[in-house]
């Protein structure tokens, strides 16, 4: 199998965003049951990378009315992915076919 060149890739995950047809229930639900640390709507994980572990981000979940059209009309949910160069990572994909 011939080698493969290294190419720029995911990082992480940056958020994954849901849709419910009544997003307060929705959000108690997840408070009680799991104990997510919801705000409105929105719930921030810390997490900490990097090679010395010092650099800090979050991954954002959250949770959208049944109706909006932020991400799609047929979408039910989404996940952004963190990536270091999205150019790389697209120009990639299209090399690849994927795009």
Known sequence: MAERKHRARVTGLGGIFFKAKDPKAMVEWYRRHLG?????????????GGEDGKVEGHTVWSIFPADTKY????????INYRVKDLDAVLASLRREGVS
Do not use: H, S
């Open 36 to 48: 997510i640390r919801i705000e409105d709507t929105v719930a921030l994980f810390a997490w900490r």
């Open 71 to 78: 991400f799609g009309d047929g979408a039910p949910f989404m």
